[in-house]
């Protein structure tokens, strides 16, 4: 091919769909649109002109990279061209290839005149080309991938959608609060289940759902009425048309779609099966790998991919909230950054759960915890698919079955790891060398091997509630009973708990450390209900649990924060996993350390 699509400006303007045409960007303006920014671009075919064009946020690092610059040559691969206010048309440019910088072009090619639909292409007049186009390469250019990482196909004669009444559809990707009248063709990637809700304001009922369309997605929510009338018509992967809903800015402490704004149905929505052939996606992901979690702030909602290295046994908690029993299953994703993590699965995702071929899968919209380390928990609003038909899911169960399943691996949930705790090791002079900890609402994370010097025996155990999960410290009412003022109630009975104040040390400093229940019965080798009848029945056994436990060396993970307490600042440790010390896997390390610091690795 060679030159600029002549003319095909008018065409696409006038409702036809050529493919994969050839323009030129003369110019690119960034537009401000909340969280995250626009390019409204300038395109030409050499014949005609427009200024109503966009570029698809998913695009927005080809500009930041300059791979997309003024005057550089582009075919479209994917675009859609829709009416908005006012009779206009706009042109959003979905995916496509840069076939020549604009650096290498240098010029605007042609005379373009400015397109306009409301008058003939005869009385318009315009110029035909003075400059001549440049040569494209024959070459074959590689086929662009979608968000999914799959190749995109060539457009097969696949028209895009017309609304019931035959009007235009609009792209999700154009969609604001200011527009009144739109219709949108959208795939449902992920439908939650009816929930309540009761306060001072009354009771109702909702549920959401995630749309789709090649623009981009955007979070819907019915309440009360409109989840009589759509919550049955809604299906999984179906597609819709979906007239007029009101659009407000998204709240993304509950979602990590990529749109600024989300919907809610009201009494004028409209939804209507489509029925036509369309090129949308089935669902988009935007995967972190797993060893940036630690990087990560928590409450993230975000996606990732993994392979189901283990499944643990269904359980049941009770929500401290309600009080009602809760079912929950905890699996292990690991990936090929040879990290893994704990995922939560709740109720009956939880029970319908069978990872027993340790299936690949894609996690959709889960929070991030720092609770014990690092840790994955599915939401009500959170979809997963298992051996989903992605590039990224073929790549991770090769690296798997080809010995990823054998390889070292560090565990950010409980560092439970084959042969170590982690790479981060750092002695405490580095670490207070490096002000770990220090920076604000941020917490560091480190490993070391270090010995216990001291413990402090007194305080280190307290009378908990009862209650599984509460574990909060309890009045004793000097009759018998003991109260839970959290729970708001007396019980007969308590449970010990262990909060432990140690001193530990390695070759270069000390450091003063807080042991909580886990990590404390396995640095005292005893649970805290057996210390606790000691500390009752047997003070001199009491005593000899401490002093076998000093001096003992164990392979510590750290969590540094400060935090502030009656406006005094200051640094916390707290031990978040313990291992005791393997002397040939902690030499292995020592060996290699001095190969890389040798320049032998």
Not at 124 to 133: F, L, N
Not at 268 to 289: D, G, L, S
Not at 554 to 578: G, H, I, Q
Request: hydrophobic share 35%.
């Amino acid at each position: 091919m060679t030159g600029l699509s002549t003319g095909v400006i008018a065409d696409i303007i006038e409702g036809a769909h050529p493919e994969n045409p050839v323009l030129q960007i003369l110019t690119m303006k960034r537009i401000p649109s909340g969280a995250q920014e626009r390019y409204r671009l300038l395109v030409s075919d050499g014949q005609w002109s427009s200024s109503f064009a966009m570029l698809a946020t998913q695009l927005n690092s080809k500009v930041a990279t300059g791979e997309i610059s003024n005057n550089c040559i582009i075919q479209m691969n994917r675009y859609v061209c829709n009416t908005v206010q006012d009779n206009k048309k706009v042109l959003i440019i979905l995916d496509l290839t840069v076939q020549q910088s604009g650096e290498d072009v240098g010029i605007k090619l042609g005379e373009p005149v400015s397109y306009d639909p409301n008058k003939s292409r005869a009385q318009q007049q315009p110029q035909q080309p003075s400059r001549p186009m440049p040569s494209m390469a024959a070459t074959s250019a590689p086929s662009p991938r979608n968000p999914l990482g799959q190749r995109n196909t060539p457009n097969l004669g696949v028209s895009p959608a017309k609304t019931p009444s035959g009007g235009n559809v609009h792209p999700i990707a154009s969609l604001t609060p200011y527009q009144n009248k739109w219709t949108i063709c959208a795939r449902v990637s992920n439908k939650s289940a009816i929930r309540t809700w009761s306060n001072s304001r009354g009771e109702g009922k909702l549920f959401s759902m995630d749309l789709l369309d090649e623009s981009g997605e955007i979070r819907a929510t019915a309440f009360n009425e409109q989840v009589d009338k759509f919550f049955d018509l809604i299906e999984i992967n179906k597609v819709y048309f979906i007239t007029s809903a009101t659009l407000k800015s998204a709240n993304k402490q509950y979602s990590n779609l990529n749109n600024d704004y989300e919907m809610s149905f009201n009494k004028m929505t409209e939804i209507t099966p489509c029925h036509e052939v369309t090129a949308i996606p089935a669902m988009q992901f935007n995967f972190v790998p797993l060893d940036q979690l630690e990087s990560l702030e928590k409450d993230n909602i975000l996606d990732v991919i993994g392979v189901c290295k283990e499944t643990m046994e269904l359980s049941t908690i009770q929500q401290r909230t309600t009080g009602r029993e809760l079912k929950k299953r905890d699996i292990q994703l690991v990936d090929d950054t040879n990290r893994e993590v704990r995922l939560t699965l709740w109720g009956t995702t939880a029970e319908s759960f069978d990872g027993s071929q340790q299936p690949i899968l894609a996690v959709k919209g889960a929070r991030l915890s720092d609770f014990n380390g690092r840790s994955l928990s599915l939401l009500s609003s959170s979809s997963f698919q298992i051996n989903p038909d992605i590039r990224e899911a073929h790549k991770l169960r090769g690296w798997f079955d080809n010995g990823g399943n054998n390889s070292e691996t560090i565990n950010l949930s409980n560092q439970r790891s084959t042969g170590g705790m982690g790479t981060n090791f750092k002695v405490f002079s580095e670490a207070k060398l490096e002000n770990l900890g220090s920076a604000a609402d941020v917490a560091d994370y480190y490993t070391n091997k270090a010995t216990i010097v001291l413990m402090k025996k007194e305080n280190s155990l307290y009378t908990a509630c009862p209650t599984e999960s509460c574990n909060k410290k309890v009045i004793d009412m000097n009759n018998g009973m003991y109260r839970c003022e959290k729970c708001n109630r007396e019980f007969d009975t308590f449970s010990w708990r262990l909060l432990l104040q140690a001193n530990v040390a390695d070759f270069t400093d000390n450091q003063w450390v807080t042991v909580f229940q886990d990590q404390a019965e396995t640095l005292l080798g005893v649970t805290a209900q057996e210390l606790g009848s000691m500390r009752e029945n047997n003070p001199e056994g009491y005593q000899n649990v401490f002093t076998a436990a000093a001096f003992q060396s164990y392979n510590f993970k750290f969590r540094v924060k400060m935090e502030t307490y009656n406006d005094e600042s200051r640094l916390k440790c707290t031990v978040v996993a313990c291992t005791p010390l393997d002397p040939k896997e902690y030499n292995r390390r020592l060996i290699s350390e001095i190969k890389q610091m040798s320049g032998q690795a």
